[in-house]
């Protein structure tokens, strides 16, 4: 199992460029989600699904979508980058149920100018 | 809600003992994660605790208190690689959202 990959690894972009953070796993996880880190504020949740055609919003999604059409992918897409959605973003996996530890891919380094 | 709080930095010297703290606000819960991030890295799982107290894995061991929203990770014979960030997180009951991360605890581990 390859477990959770983000592409890209790194991106720099100008304010107001789009883009989308692509994030797969191949451990027939139902919960997905996306987190950014920032120095000093630890990992906060953008975005979550819990299955296939459901999403919901976590504790910073302004400016961020997310859409969940197969179990493997969740893509999250900037519509209009800016400074302060420079950051780490990380994506992780879960299985359904208590006590499943959260998986995590490697991070997308997204530089904002 | 659920506030989870950490020291934001430890420094401890190679082979000795570190107790990192753990504190939480939570309306309820299922138990309570350990993770390690090295800089540049993702997080990666290291303990589990649902039941309270002391879960043992080799150097590090995970201890729970519920009734008093209280954990702490505990690092043995400390190594010059444990020097990372090690993060506490919340599992929330409704077993529906992800976890909940504290900011997390960077440890240096000195000569």
């Known amino acids: 199992n390859a477990g959770v990959t983000q592409t890209p690894k790194f991106q720099v972009l100008k304010t107001g460029q789009s883009m989308t953070l692509q994030c797969a796993q191949d451990?027939?996880?139902?919960?997905m989600s996306w987190y950014r880190q920032d120095p000093g504020m630890g990992l906060r949740l953008i975005h979550y699904?819990?299955?296939?055609?459901?999403?919901d919003q976590g504790e910073v999604p302004n400016g961020y979508n997310v859409s969940r059409s197969t179990t493997e992918d969740f893509p999250l897409r900037l519509l209009s980058a800016a400074p302060s959605q420079t950051s780490v973003y990380f994506c992780?996996?879960?299985?359904?149920?208590?006590?499943?530890?959260?998986?995590f891919g490697p991070g997308t380094r997204l530089l904002v100018l | 809600g659920q506030n989870i709080d950490q020291p934001t930095e430890m420094t401890a010297t190679e082979g000795a003992i570190v107790q990192i703290n753990c504190t939480y606000q939570?309306?309820?819960?299922?138990?309570l994660f350990w993770y390690q991030q090295h800089a540049g890295e993702a997080p990666t799982f290291l303990s589990y605790?649902?039941?309270?107290g002391l879960e043992e894995k080799g150097r590090f061991s995970s201890f729970l208190s519920r009734s008093k929203g209280y954990s702490y990770l505990l690092l043995k014979e400390l190594q010059m690689k444990d020097s990372a960030s090690y993060l506490c997180?919340?599992?929330?009951?409704?077993?529906?959202?992800?976890?909940?991360f504290g900011k997390g605890t960077r440890l240096s581990v000195i000569a």
């Open positions: 992780a996996s879960r299985d359904r149920g208590a006590r499943e530890t959260q998986y």
């Open positions: 451990m027939n996880h139902e919960y």
């Open positions: 699904s819990v299955g296939a055609g459901i999403t």
């Open positions: 939570t309306s309820g819960f299922n138990g």
């Open positions: 605790n649902v039941l309270d």
């Open positions: 997180a919340a599992e929330p009951i409704s077993g529906n959202t992800p976890l909940v």
